[in-house]
């Protein structure tokens, strides 16, 4: 197989990957915070996390992957000023934190199914590792840190480096991001521990040496991917995002606590946004972009996969209806083309799909090129020289590594029936074979009179559709 490069943030080069142990590359992932249903934009992170893990299972790696459940210590501001975000969400719904972390935390997990992303090895929670993130700072207290009023500050001026996975030598400082918080040493200072205001009325809070409070949101991190992956990893991925702020405070607590230049792991990778013609999607606007709206709507949610996969992960990637449209109609090629290939059985072909094996691997082996391996896909599955078992053969590698289930999805999969929806799919197939006797006998005011009311339930008849299928939910125009 091709050598495979990953983009590393901290060099900002393309690398050969060199695994310290290739039966087993430990991977962390920085996961949800579970205050609101995570969006398709947070949801690209872990598509593009799945995808790498894909790759390197396919190409004979072990794997260990731990994603974090961050139920308690991410600020509204990212940074140090604000509130608790799961504090937050609790108090404007009156409901019991434990609750809303568990709820929003089944949701993330359902929607990972949905995806069809892998369960990783771990999903570790915040709230259940408090008391070694109080003995991870207790460690670094007395050389890195001061206290203030409000708790526990790391001082960034006492390791070495600081800021380099952020680009803050070579792109400028990013301080902009980080709210003033008053007797900080330095602007870019981070809490370790949040000490609870007097009178302040907190549903998670814990005794420190710091005082009665919560950890500070960058610590979690080194704690669980120090204990579940131990001091130095392979690989650590996260959003674009979090290169600014999270990972450089995450990079300054393992080396304070190490006592050592070392980052913690030795390849950083983070994914781009996902955008609309407005800005980077988020929560605050609304619940209009999480998944199971997309499914709503008459959306398959490995289209969203799919659409995924045609940009490369470090690349802005812009979401619109029209771009869902044109990726669920490109599942539903790849359906009825695999369709038909089981279709014709054992038919004998002349040439060996080897080659496309050896193009999907250089293509994703330069750092998970998606966009150029897919190309691959479309040109084996209609290359007729091979034969349709030999097709289906090398399928399988492919959907190993793209993980759109093409060997197993079926077309009625595709047919996806909301909620509102007020047919199902016996009805729907009852009501067209009325539709086509009433053509066969010319009754055309019958027959436009069933796909008058199959409209009304939310189902569209697809005369002409030149893939063939005879009905489709019907998707509702954007808002």
Known sequence: MTPLTLYNSLTRTTELFEPA???????????PTVYHYAHIGNLRAYLFTDTLGRVLTWKGYGLTHVINITDVGHLTS?????????????????QDIWAIAAHY???????????NVRDPARFPLA???????????EAIAERHCYQLADGLYFDTSTV???????????????????????????????????TSAPGENRQMEWDSPWGRGAPGWHLECSVMSRQYLGAHFDIHTGGIDHREIHHPNEIAQNQAFSGTADTGATVWMHNNFLVNRTGKVSKSAGDALILPALV???????????????AHYRSELEFSWENLAAAQTRLKRYVQTVAALRARGEAKGAAAATPYRERLD????????TPRALPVLDELLADKRISPADRLAALADFDAVFGLGLTTLAREDLRVRPASAGIDAAGVAAR??????????????RSDAIRDELAALGVEVMDGDPLGWDWAIAIPPAA
């Not at 140090?80 to 009156?94: N, Q, T, V």
């Not at 991001?177 to 330095?186: L, P």
């Not at 250089?362 to 090129?369: C, E, I, K, R, T």
């Not at 074979?433 to 055309?444: H, L, N, S, V």
Request: aromatic share 8%; net charge negative.
């Open 21 to 31: 142990d290739p039966a087993d590359v430990r991977i962390y992932s920085c996961g």
């Open 78 to 94: 990212d940074a140090d000023a604000g509130d608790d975000k799961m504090e937050a969400a609790a108090r404007a719904s009156g």
């Open 105 to 115: 935390t089944a949701a993330f997990k359902a929607n990972l199914k949905d995806l």
């Open 127 to 137: 709230t259940d590792h408090v008391g070694p993130m109080i003995a991870f700072g």
């Open 160 to 194: 070495p480096d600081y800021g380099r996975l952020a680009g803050l030598r070579d792109e400028g400082p990013v301080e902009g991001r980080i709210e003033t918080v008053a007797g900080k040493r330095h602007p870019a200072d981070f809490a370790i521990w949040r």
């Open 296 to 310: 709503e709507r008459g959306f398959h949610p490995l289209a969203y996969r799919l659409m995924c996969l045609q």
């Open 362 to 369: 250089a293509a994703l082996s330069d750092d998970l090129n």
């Open 432 to 445: 067209l074979a009325e539709r086509r006797e009433a053509r066969a006998a010319k009754d055309f005011p």
